[in-house]
């Protein structure tokens, strides 16, 4: 938080208590909740995860047992097509199934139990019935093998056929009619309960049996068989009845009776388990909605607590800027803020800077007090100043005009000193000019020899360098030359490999063709090179004759220069005597003119004084006014 000190004779500090967040930096405040944010989505993202996965688990098994109850539909099939068709393969598949069904009901209850769901007891009933199923299952495969076994030949069935058989023969060699027909209508009863054992079959096939027995049954042949027959029929009847006439009878019946529990049991489990998994739904919707609300809460919650910290810090900074800025111009006080976050940063900056306000005020009003003084000063020396340079004024008009009047008549006597002297200036010049022309002719004369020496220099090095170009042109016609016989030597070699050299004979003859042009083009550089380097000595030759001659005229020159040198000397000596008296003249001239010019400055300068004094007059006029602005400026603040 923020302190204040009043001024010098109040040393008063207002502390406000120590914040947690106050040693705190607001960019390390703004991390914390970018870090508290993503910790709270992290930690809703897994908790998300971890209920989606346990809702994923509950649908799994509910699956599961879906897939229980297909498991179950799956044996009642092989059960009825096992009563049905008496294949032993249908067992198999039995058996297959069955053991799937277990295993898938163990793995059930293992999900079950994870999931602390409380059916656990309700597997234990549907694994329960279905063992009970599974051996019902069992008794009735052994009982229909006792039957009517597929795999033996000691079934009940196959007794009755083997007696049914014995019967016939016997009926058949009495060559009774009348007994063979009720033979024929005991077999189609016999066969009729074969294939649809019921009650009612039952109960026609005994009256037929009786009805046979009261008719034959007295004749001797036939006796031990229809005996025979009837006890394999009655053991059938029997075996039948064990097994279940219908459906709701018999092992049959007790079979039809568990699987009937153990599907109630499992549809029932079903449908606690899709409760289940509704009410884990909406318990997993609860924790989510209640466990981001919580975290929005906590998040909002710290979001307000840090953003009031920064905002309060903020607004006492501002409220002590405003009340330096709008007040009393205290510059004696001080934040003094406390904590390590940019705002303390800003505030000790802002003391920092108040600090040398408050020394920079001082030393202006000190600096005030001293210009208040000179500008006081100032004026009383210029109010004197200005009344010296008035009467300087006045007596420097009166001596410049008795100075004019001396040199008006010293200006006669130059004009007429000037007018002897211009004669022999005039000589004099004409002479300087003649010499001066043979001066430039001598000189461009001799500017002319020395050129002309370094043409020749630079044509005889061209000369050296085109027998060096010579040279090089030598060397490449060699090259050419030796590039010819190698391009005939490459012919040679394609014209020996016949047809698959035929490219290569192609080359060689461009190659050779390029190495003969090659030759003529170096022939014609060696003529063109050897026709310049004979141009070039006779140029060399002309260069040295015409050397020759500029050497002899430029010493004619020189001569003409001496002789106009010696006419000038005796001009020079003539005009000297003339400007002695000139110059004696012009001195007293110059003397008179400088005592005008200077007594005339000295005139304008009290005029200038006297102007500028009174601009330092105006001038601390001006000071006077803006001390007393900074004395009103400086008063606003207390220091």
């Not at 007295?218 to 394999?232: A, E, G, I, R």
């Not at 000179?374 to 008795?402: C, P």
């Not at 006029?621 to 603040?637: G, T, Y």
Request: proline share 1%.
């Amino acid at each position: 938080m923020f302190q204040s000190t009043e001024s010098k004779s109040r040393s008063e500090h207002h502390t406000q208590p120590t914040n947690f967040f106050d040693r705190w930096t607001i960019k390390a405040k703004l991390l914390a909740i970018n870090a508290i944010l993503l910790v709270g989505v992290i930690c809703y993202g897994m908790f998300e995860q971890y209920s989606l996965n346990n809702m994923h688990e509950l649908e799994l098994a509910s699956v599961e047992n879906a897939e229980a109850e297909i498991d179950l539909l799956t044996l009642r099939r092989h059960e009825k097509d096992f009563i049905a068709r008496h294949d032993i393969k249908y067992q198999q598949r039995f058996n297959q199934t069955f053991s799937q069904l277990t295993e898938r009901l163990r793995q059930l209850e293992q999900r079950i139990k994870e999931h602390n769901l409380g059916l656990d007891g309700r597997i234990n009933v549907i694994t329960a019935t279905l063992e009970q199923y599974g051996v019902k299952f069992g008794q009735l495969v052994n009982q229909i093998e006792i039957i009517d076994s597929k795999t033996t030949g000691q079934s009940l069935v196959n007794k009755l056929t083997d007696s049914r058989k014995l019967l016939r023969d016997e009926v058949i060699s009495l060559n009774n009619l009348e007994a063979k027909l009720k033979l024929s209508e005991l077999m189609e009863k016999d066969f009729q309960y074969l294939a649809y054992p019921s009650e009612r079959t039952e109960l026609e096939l005994a009256e037929s049996l009786q009805s046979f027995y009261q008719q034959f049954a007295y004749l001797p042949m036939l006796q031990s068989s229809f005996n025979n027959y009837q006890t394999d029929l009655v053991n059938l009847f029997k075996a039948n009845t064990q097994l279940g006439l219908s459906p709701s009878l018999g092992i049959r019946g007790a079979l039809r009776s568990t699987v009937h529990t153990t599907e109630k049991e499992i549809l029932s489990l079903q449908g606690e388990i899709e409760s289940s998994i509704l009410l884990a739904a909406d318990q997993v919707k609860m924790q989510l909605h209640v466990f981001g609300g919580v975290l929005a809460l906590i998040l909002s919650g710290l979001l307000m607590l840090i953003g009031r910290n920064i905002i309060g810090r903020i607004q006492m900074i501002n409220t002590m800027m405003h009340d330096i800025a709008k007040g009393n111009g205290d510059l004696t006080v001080r934040m003094n803020a406390t904590g390590k976050d940019e705002l303390a940063q800003l505030a000790g900056s802002f003391d920092t800077f108040t600090s040398k306000l408050h020394s920079l005020i001082k030393d202006v009003a000190q600096a005030k007090d001293v210009l208040d003084e000179s500008s006081s000063l100032s004026a009383l020396s210029a109010n004197k100043s200005m009344g010296n340079a008035e009467q300087q004024k006045i007596e420097s008009e009166s001596v410049a005009t008795a100075v004019n009047q001396l040199v008006h008549t010293s200006h006669e006597i130059t004009s007429n000193i000037e007018h002897a002297a211009a004669s022999a200036s005039n000589m004099k010049d004409s002479s300087q000019l003649a010499r001066d022309i043979t001066h430039r002719a001598s000189s461009s004369m001799q500017t002319l020899s020395v050129d002309i020496a370094n043409s020749q220099s630079l044509i005889e090095q061209l000369e050296e360098q085109s027998h060096q170009i010579n040279s090089v042109v030598s060397t490449i016609q060699g090259i050419a030359e030796q590039t010819n016989l190698l391009a005939l030597n490459a012919a040679i070699e394609a014209a020996r490999a016949g047809e698959h050299g035929r490219g290569f004979a192609v080359v060689a003859d461009e190659v050779r063709d390029l190495s003969m042009k090659t030759d003529n083009s170096t022939r014609q550089i060696e003529s063109t090179i050897s026709n310049l380097s004979s141009q070039i000595q006779t140029t060399v030759s002309i260069m040295a004759a015409s050397q020759q001659q500029a050497e002899s005229t430029m010493q004619n020159t020189l001569q003409v220069v001496d002789a106009i040198d010696e006419v000038n000397q005796q001009i020079e000596d003539l005009f000297g005597m003339n400007a002695q008296i000139a110059t004696a003249s012009e001195e007293q001239s110059m003397v008179s003119n400088e005592i005008d010019r200077n007594i005339t400055q000295i005139a304008s300068l009290a005029s200038d004084t006297y102007q500028e004094v009174q601009e330092s007059v105006r001038y601390s006029e001006q000071v006077s006014e803006v001390n007393s602005k900074l004395d009103s400026l400086v008063a606003q603040f207390r220091y």
